[in-house]
């Protein structure tokens, strides 16, 4: 068991610190590779199940909620024009429509189909992360991913309750529970923003500008954990208590630009990698010699981002078709949630183990196509600025 733990131990090490230079040489996207070496690994019995690893991970995935939610900037949402909050609602409608249509007509299970209109910014934090969040497509595509996030978020609950209470009055309880979550949530938003507005300097107290101590931190990982700790007491989604905590910590501390950095450095120097050398290791490489493994998650792949690009046409009137394009791709990636959904699906058996393989791996394959696919078009744009000016 000891021998067992090392080994563990100094494989994540190895594989956090050398997965940048494998991207590299691969020039591939980070997140991309420490995806299949965990899944390389894992086949070799170099990573096996490991309650730590698993909690471990399943803070990584937390944590990078979290940093989504400190991208997000609300008062660029709340100042968007009436046209770019029309048009995003319009995506998310074209886009769930396309997906749950083509799920019907290619004849899909009931749980994938449900799965496949679901948005997940996490990945857009790396993302930003990599392309600056001041590109015009990044900002377009945090517009319309908070909508889609917060309605999959809620949908995921729902499921969640779903397979485990059915449809009985349980259910419209903890329905209830999200509905008055979600209201206090932004009562308390208002109210802090009034005290915030009355007594400027509390939040210089809070978050002073010179300080030793990292109060900054340790304000950050407090509203963390306690808006975890209320999921947990309320046993609703986890993910959607550390996505608030950080769209509170970028609403009321924006301040303090250094936090950001310093959080991000990190969940995506230690807990995010993690997480996704998780979700390598959670999947069997000896599945893809299963028929209909591979063929599946290839037609899943392809209607989820096509739903996505055809949708990305109500975007185009705002910063042109590229950034529609770019935006529209990059909310393609629904990772974290899609694993939820096969996890519960799977566990509650209404899910086969075919279909569970099929969504994990495409969520791994929208991953490598998606970000790949994004970094040669962000490249020839680039290029065409340049030869423009």
Request: glycine share 6%; proline share 2%; charged share 15%.
């Amino acid at each position: 068991m000891i021998h067992t733990s090392i080994t563990l131990i100094l494989t994540l090490s190895l594989l956090i610190w050398g997965s940048p230079f494998v991207a590299k040489l691969l020039r591939l996207p980070i997140p991309a590779v420490e995806i299949m070496l965990g899944s390389v690994f894992a086949y070799a019995g170099l990573i096996g199940h490991n309650e730590y690893f698993d909690l471990v991970a399943e803070t990584g995935f937390l944590y990078l909620m979290f940093l989504a939610g400190m991208e997000v900037d609300l008062k660029q949402i709340t100042r968007s024009s009436p046209l770019v909050l029309r048009q995003s609602i319009i995506f998310l409608l074209l886009m769930a429509f396309f997906s749950i249509g083509s799920g019907l007509l290619f004849g899909l299970n009931t749980i994938v189909i449900i799965s496949m209109p679901l948005i997940s910014i996490g990945l857009l934090a790396s993302l930003s992360k990599t392309y600056g969040k001041d590109e015009a497509w990044i900002k377009l595509a945090f517009i319309a991913g908070i909508l889609g996030e917060v309605i999959s978020i809620a949908v995921l609950t729902v499921y969640d309750a779903a397979t485990t209470t059915g449809f009985t009055i349980e259910l419209l309880g903890k329905i209830t529970y999200l509905t008055l979550f979600m209201g206090i949530v932004y009562i308390l938003y208002r109210l802090l923003h009034l005290l915030f507005w009355w007594f400027p300097e509390l939040k210089r107290t809070l978050v002073p500008k010179f300080d030793t101590s990292d109060q900054d931190i340790r304000l950050a990982m407090a509203l963390f954990f306690i808006l975890i700790s209320v999921m947990l007491a309320l046993d609703l989604e986890l993910a959607l208590g550390s996505f608030i905590a950080g769209v509170a910590i970028s609403a009321f501390f924006h301040h303090e630009k250094a936090l950001e950095t310093k959080m991000s450095s990190l969940g995506f120097g230690f807990l995010v990698p993690l997480f996704f050398i998780h979700v390598g290791a959670s999947f069997d490489i000896a599945s893809l010699a299963v028929e209909g493994v591979v063929t599946g998650a290839l037609l899943i792949t392809f209607l989820m981002i096509i739903s996505r690009i055809l949708a990305a046409i109500a975007l185009k009137h705002i910063h042109g078709s590229m950034n529609a394009l770019l935006a529209g791709l990059s909310l393609s990636m629904p990772l974290t949630l899609l694993i939820a959904v096969a996890t519960i699906g799977y566990e509650a058996k209404l899910l086969d183990l075919l279909s569970y393989y099929q969504l994990i791996l495409a969520s791994i394959f929208e991953i490598l196509i998606v970000m790949v696919t994004i970094k040669v078009l962000q490249s020839r744009k680039k290029k065409r600025r340049d030869q423009s000016s």
